[in-house]
């Protein structure tokens, strides 16, 4: 059972979960079997959703939910993106991305009248992912507690569009090449997402991760594989908010709570788009600073 413990002064929250301290870390590809693997579901908690086919708890799905068995909080979950024990949104094919948006919306509308449901996803050890294989999570937060999260930055620094999404990099970015999906319908919640809307957000959403790739083995701004986090916003007027982990925070933002960017925002987008060259010497000052 986790704890909730509130910060009387800043009203923020901490939420204790000892339960945590014992989940596995096989990141280094040391392990001799992975739990999220096809013929293995006997390993994890009963599962409690899949796209494909099959019996429940047998092979055969495509994207498989299952309780998280070391939760933050009491409603906690991981969404197995595909069988592939490598590939992730930028590898899978595009249908592949496309179920694992809808197993999002289907676990987001499952539990959007128990709290503030919170989708997320950590991809690399560098981001925070502890189990290979890749996957996101979700939990449910009490609607009593209140996020310490950003709203809906205002459009600006464009990288693309279609039709129904605009990926951008907000001038307030705290990230190097942090990038936004928005909607360009406004005030919806992310359950009520459409069918031909996820084709769209997959599409997009794979062009840009595929795009970070090529800047990060480009630049190789530290010696890990790439990492990245992101998250889809609990409210109305909901974001995917896309945070790279090129770089590692230090003593200055964590004591201050300010972030420092070292890339423009301005100038992540060119880059993004294939239209920056001015930022090289500044790529090359960062990778000589990391090695």
Not at 57 to 77: A, F, M, S
Not at 145 to 153: A, G, P
Not at 218 to 241: A, C, D, Q, T
Request: glycine share 6%; aromatic share 10%; charged share 30%.
């Amino acid at each position: 059972m986790s704890k909730y413990i509130p910060d009387v002064s800043s009203r923020r929250w901490v939420i204790i979960a000892s339960q945590r301290v014992t989940r596995p870390e096989d990141t280094d590809k040391k392990r001799k079997v992975c739990i999220f693997c096809p013929g293995h579901e006997k390993m994890t908690p009963e599962e409690v959703f899949r796209f494909g086919k099959g019996d429940k708890g047998k092979p055969g799905w495509l994207v498989r939910v299952i309780p998280n068995k070391y939760p933050i909080t009491d409603i906690h979950e991981v969404i197995i993106h595909s069988p592939s024990d490598e590939k992730d949104i930028e590898q899978l094919p595009l249908s592949q991305v496309v179920l694992i948006f809808k197993a999002y919306r289907e676990r987001f509308n499952f539990y959007r009248k128990k709290g503030q449901v919170i989708i997320f996803c950590n991809h690399g050890e560098h981001a925070g992912g502890s189990i290979a294989h890749p996957h996101s999570q979700l939990v449910v937060i009490p609607s009593q507690i209140n996020l310490d999260s950003l709203i809906k930055e205002p459009l600006n620094n464009l990288v693309e569009e279609n039709k129904f999404f605009n990926v951008y990099c907000p001038d307030f970015s705290q990230w190097p090449y942090e990038a936004w999906i928005t909607p360009k319908t406004e005030g919806t919640l992310f359950g009520d997402i459409t069918d031909i809307e996820i084709d769209d957000l997959a599409k997009i959403m794979q062009k840009f991760l595929r795009r970070l790739e090529q800047i990060y083995k480009k630049n190789k701004f530290i010696h890990m594989p790439l990492g990245y986090n992101f998250y889809i916003y609990p409210k109305e007027s909901w974001f995917v908010r896309i945070i790279p982990r090129f770089v590692h925070r230090a003593g200055f933002e964590l004591g201050t709570g300010l972030s420092v960017n070292i890339i423009d925002p301005i100038d992540a987008a060119l880059e993004l788009k294939g239209e920056g060259k001015r930022i090289e010497k500044v790529l090359d000052k960062l990778k000589t600073k990391s090695k």
